[in-house]
């Protein structure tokens, strides 16, 4: 069975950065895409930042410019750097997996921007 692990959320001072990792058990490349998504209480699921197997990368409008998705394929991990973190992006965030139309989906990490 497949299983995504992500990690590496935590409680920040807005302004601050976290990593987050997305720990694949099988190889990265057999997914078309993989991406983090987050979901703050009362609101629905929205991509933040997908990355293809080929390497291309898309951004929510909202995460521009300050977040970054990578991938290290030898580790079969993908990562998300949060920079200039706000308060709205306090959120559950989780890492996902496309392959032939299939989703795959990790347990979630929380993310809360406070001071």
């Known amino acids: 069975q497949v299983q995504l692990v992500g990690s590496g959320g935590g409680l920040v001072q807005p302004g601050g950065s976290l990593r987050l990792s997305c720990a694949v058990s099988i190889s990265i490349f057999s997914f078309n895409s993989m991406g983090w998504y987050r979901q703050a209480p009362g609101k629905e699921r929205e991509v933040v930042a997908t990355?293809?197997?080929?390497?291309?990368?898309n951004y929510a409008d909202s995460v521009k410019g300050r977040f970054t998705i990578s991938r290290n394929n030898a580790k079969n991990t993908v990562y998300l750097q949060m920079n200039s973190l706000k308060p709205e992006d306090t959120a559950i965030y989780y890492c996902?997996?496309?392959?032939?139309?299939?989703?795959?989906w990790g347990q979630g990490t929380q993310v809360t921007v406070s001071s």
């Open positions: 996902n997996a496309v392959r032939d139309g299939s989703q795959l």
């Open positions: 990355v293809t197997r080929g390497g291309s990368t």
